[in-house]
């Protein structure tokens, strides 16, 4: 892996860099810290054109398939992709604002890393992430054009997670 954002400074701080894998991967957040937890997105190689998601935390892995049904996301046309993860592990996928699956974490709920590193895939292009707080927020984000990212709404979801470290 080349890193993009070689900052040492700006990643100590707490902001994140990219990282571009050498796995072929759709996309992941990671753990600067050896022990800290994942969560990936990956396209399923069963050539059904589905999804996986798997989580990585107290050392242990859980992969969840996703089927995106009648969707083909090897179309090479841009996809929304939204993942609403509620207490107890609960967590909603839906692709192109359809719901798609919702199934349960065994190993608890959806856990961000206290200091993030954002991998992308090879042929993989990220026009937008956005982490918000609450329950229902991923289908309040699906919306056919891209949601304009405000520096109120940021400083809004950083003050939410720097709280509940």
């Not at 692709?95 to 919702?102: F, L, P």
């Not at 289908?139 to 304009?148: A, F, G, I």
Request: glycine share 10%; charged share 20%.
């Amino acid at each position: 892996m080349q890193p993009v954002n070689d900052d040492t400074e700006q990643q100590q701080s707490g902001q994140t860099s990219t990282v571009r894998p050498t796995g072929g991967h759709i996309f992941s957040i990671r753990s600067q810290l050896t022990t800290g937890s994942s969560l990936s997105i990956n396209f399923e190689t069963d050539g059904h054109g589905g999804l996986r998601v798997l989580q990585e935390k107290y050392g242990l892995s859980e992969m969840l398939p996703v089927r995106s049904g009648e969707l083909t996301l090897h179309d090479g046309a841009w996809h929304s992709l939204a993942l609403s993860g509620r207490n107890g592990g609960f967590v909603t996928v839906y692709i192109d604002c359809q719901w798609i699956n919702s199934f349960v974490l065994t190993k608890g709920s959806i856990e961000l890393p206290q200091y993030p590193t954002v991998e992308l895939g090879h042929n993989v292009e990220l026009r937008q992430l956005t982490v918000v707080p609450g329950e229902k927020s991923a289908r309040l984000q699906c919306n056919s054009q891209p949601v304009p990212i405000h520096d109120v709404e940021n400083r809004r979801v950083t003050n939410y997670f720097e709280h509940r470290n």
